[in-house]
């Protein structure tokens, strides 16, 4: 009545009623009209949106498991060796008393083998002393010449192993004769001719070489049993390894392959480095079962590092991901570029479209009723937040909004929206680097083994918006290494 009244005043301003004896008569025809236009009034100031709704829709957990290099170290102790081979080559370590060949020897080693490393080589010192029996004869032109004589002489000779790991994990060591020097040149006794002591000692030597490197190289493989420590980690890289306990999360590495650098080392050690690849895979809850494979013959690479990539999988439940949308949005107005026309957000709800995820958006004020948004969850790698690319309205709502409220279209509405719902997961990255660093930093697989691995980074890559949740696929990258013990020389 109010407004009709008000209408009548300007009507009247502006001389359209008369105000004669048929004025009761005009207004009476006048107020359903007055009704009429409020009528337009409101619903052009309110009026309702009812798109159609984007069809639920969801994805499947695919991804392809990464492939992880761990680091094996291998490491020889050339004191070790070095002990061993002296006690096994002690003293009398040759005795030859057939004559028939013309020549009858005792070997003894004098004092202690001495090994070092030089490059991918062992290089050594054997301190021996010699005592020889030496028949000779030459018969020519029909004289027949011969003579017999003892020499004692003491000398070093040094020896070169290059030591090699067989393609079945056996160690195969190729020793050389490299020089030799006098202790105590030969002193010859008895024949009746002189000869010269090169001569002598080429016939010693010569003798002697091939009976001292056997003799290491059948000690060096005796004493490192070295498949048998490889097959010990590589049983031991098949167990699960737990990553963290909330949730209870679980790494199986699945081996696809084994290498080995060649043997170097320096004064006291020789050293080589096994790697072995494998695809890692997480799992959640119960400890998943281990998948043996027999050891691998083995794959010769140059050098070696322990970078190894885990999958980790990561899940927000819609109901948490309207949560956030409400702290951030209800409540909120957006105005249009002029102010005089307004919504309310009321509620929010969240469902998978795809790739995409779905905001059901509730509104109230100039325009009431549910707008769709449509954007893909993706990682701002310089801010550390997962947020909605391509934030924008569904088909449907655009297409309902130039029928209703096209001015919505022009708000500020999808940047506040894109910008309220980013989340910062820098909290939640390095809660988890802190659990998986405290479980593998130095983690008991087995009596013998143990791995020593750090988390140096962590990067979501891919999300999937499944039935259950959306799921962040994270990958942490770090080092790894594995510590086998028994590798014993005996």
Known sequence: MD???????????????????????????????????????????????????????????????????IVVPVELSLRDIETELNKQLNGLIYDDADYTDGVMMKVWKISPILLSMKGEDIVYEVPIKIWAKLKWEVNQF??????????????????????????????????????????QKPVVTGGSISLPVTFIADRVIKSQQKVITEAIDDEIKNQI?????????????????????????????????????????DKDYARATIRIDGVTETFVGSKPAAKLTNLPN????????????ISLVNDMTYQEAEKLAMQHLAGQTFSSS??????????????????????????????????????????????QTVYLKNLDYSIETKNAM??????????????RMQEALRYSVAGDMAEIKKQVNNYISNYAITK????????????PTDFFVTEESIKAVIYAKGTMNMFVKGLDIH
């Open 338 to 383: 002029n102010g005089k026309k307004k919504i309310h957000i009321d509620s929010i709800a969240v469902y998978g479209g795809g790739e995409n995820l779905v905001i059901k958006t509730k509104v109230s004020g100039n325009v009431n009723g549910f707008i769709y948004l449509k954007g893909k969850p993706a990682y701002d790698s310089i801010t």
């Open 298 to 309: 083995v794959s010769y690479i140059n050098s070696a590092s322990g970078d190894f990539v």
């Open 402 to 415: 130039i029928k209703t409220g096209n001015w919505i279209l022009k708000s500020t509405l999808t940047k």
């Open 3 to 69: 407004l009709s009244r008000h209408l009548y005043h300007y009507l009247l301003h502006k001389r359209l009623v008369k105000t004669d004896h048929n004025q009761h008569h005009y207004m009476n025809k006048f107020i359903p009209f007055a009704f009429i236009l409020f009528a337009l009034l409101v619903v052009e100031s309110c009026r309702s949106v009812k798109p159609k709704a984007p069809a639920e829709a969801y994805q499947t957990l695919e991804y392809k498991a990464p492939v992880s290099h």
């Open 225 to 265: 049993e070295l498949r048998k420590y490889v097959e010990e980690g590589w049983n031991a890289m098949h167990q699960p390894i737990q990553l963290y306990n909330d949730p209870v999360t679980w790494l199986r590495i699945s081996p696809t392959g084994i290498f080995v650098t060649p043997l170097s080392g």
């Open 142 to 183: 029909g004289f027949k010449i011969s003579d017999e004589f003892t020499a004692d002489a003491s000398l070093r000779m040094t020896f070169n192993t290059k030591l090699k790991i067989g393609v079945f994990w056996t160690l195969e060591p190729q020793t050389t004769l490299q020089k030799y020097d006098w202790i």
């Open 448 to 459: 013998n083994v143990s791995l020593k691995a750090t988390v140096t980074e962590l990067k």
